[in-house]
């Protein structure tokens, strides 16, 4: 192996040790695989709990050849294969392993591949898919064991940010706790006293018929207050998971923020951290990201507002921007992806252009 091969093979792992947004590390990733193999495409999917491909990280293609292709990879073919046989697969044509399905329509021509699987721990995270080596010729033994170190690199990135993710969790739960003493021991104890203040004015003979039921009013919601927060109080110090739509959602925004150079809107309606678990969860964080991705990359948008519902029969998600508008016409392969997820959860998606300028997006599945 050369030394230059081998000056790059250490950048690219200190590159994913730099420790920037996940999302971000990944990508750099396999935009030096990329380069360190000296092939065309390059591309990382992750899975979820269940063993299907759920995100798609791709370098290599244009946004405008990726909207030709007539369907989001599924996780089938040789894709699907590393998924069920996560070992290092390298073969000179694609189209002769059994595996192999076809590309879709408007995919482009691809021949040798690579794919090391990514794994931490135990756990299999997904995989690294290369392909397409630019000298014509097929992926070697040199190539398949500097992607595997990648990969490496890639599991101990992932670990460490979920180490991150699981610091700030403790101090979350050590905040809420906070919280939950200083409403029970300063915020009821106060209304409690000014009910009972209330309570001896309300043995005044003295005051009107209209006052004494102002007092009763003031009394009651007083009481009621009191009940919710008690029952804030008890949320507050259940102990189900905080890694929940809510701290995913935020943790996406902050990384799309960067990238759109503009702080995104967002807000919450509803119960969203009680009726929305892990499962849909992991299906709604792909779609809010294609969502503001496709507004930041095509809508040319400088304001872009995220609204994540939920009520006892479903969740929404909903996302308007100020860009250029959508032009209605031919379903685009990402759009399709995320109609697709919506049926599969009994739900729909729909894509408006604004009356006066902008684009209002509306995922919605069932619960």
Request: aromatic fraction near 4%.
């Amino acid at each position: 192996m050369d030394i230059t091969r081998l000056n790059a093979l250490s950048d690219a792992v200190m590159d994913v040790a730099r420790g920037e947004d996940l999302k971000t590390s990944l990508k750099r990733l396999i935009q030096n695989a990329v380069l360190i193999t000296d092939c065309t495409y390059g591309a990382l999917g992750s899975i979820t709990a269940d063993g299907t491909l759920e995100d798609f990280t791709y370098v290599g293609m244009s946004d405008e050849t990726a909207d030709e292709i007539d369907t989001f990879p599924e996780g089938k073919g040789l894709l699907g294969h590393l998924l069920s046989v996560p070992e290092p697969l390298r073969i000179s044509k694609i189209a002769d392993h059994p595996s192999s399905v076809g590309f879709p329509p408007g995919h482009p021509s691809m021949s040798g591949f690579l794919g090391v699987p990514i794994r931490i721990r135990d756990e299999l995270y997904g995989s690294i898919y290369l392909t397409q080596k630019r000298n014509g010729q097929d992926f070697t033994q040199e190539d398949e064991s500097l992607v595997v170190v990648l990969a490496s690199a890639a599991g101990v990135a992932i670990d460490s940010y979920r180490g991150h993710i699981a610091q700030n969790q403790i101090g979350v739960l050590a905040e809420r706790e906070r919280i939950a003493r200083d409403l029970h021991d300063l915020v009821i104890q106060r209304i409690f006293a000014t009910g009972m203040s209330l309570q001896s004015i309300n043995l005044n003979s003295d005051l009107s018929h209209n006052d004494l039921g102002k007092i009763k009013s003031s009394i009651d919601n007083l009481n009621s207050t009191i009940q919710e927060i008690r029952t804030t109080i008890f949320a507050l110090q259940d102990e189900h998971p905080i890694i929940n739509i809510r701290t995913l959602v935020l943790s996406e925004i902050a990384s799309l923020t960067q990238t759109a150079g503009f702080q995104i809107t967002h807000s919450f309606v509803g119960p969203v951290d009680k009726v929305i678990g892990q499962e849909l969860t992991e299906q709604m964080i792909p779609v809010i990201r294609e969502l503001i991705t496709n507004a930041i990359k095509h809508a040319d948008a400088s304001a872009i507002d995220l609204v994540v519902l939920a009520n006892q029969t479903y969740c929404e998600i909903r996302v308007v921007d100020n860009g250029k508008g959508y032009v209605a016409g031919a379903r685009k392969s990402g759009l399709l992806n995320l109609e697709r997820r919506a049926l599969a959860r009994g739900g729909e998606f729909e894509i408006l252009k604004n009356v006066n300028s902008g684009t209002r997006t509306m995922w919605r599945a069932s619960l």
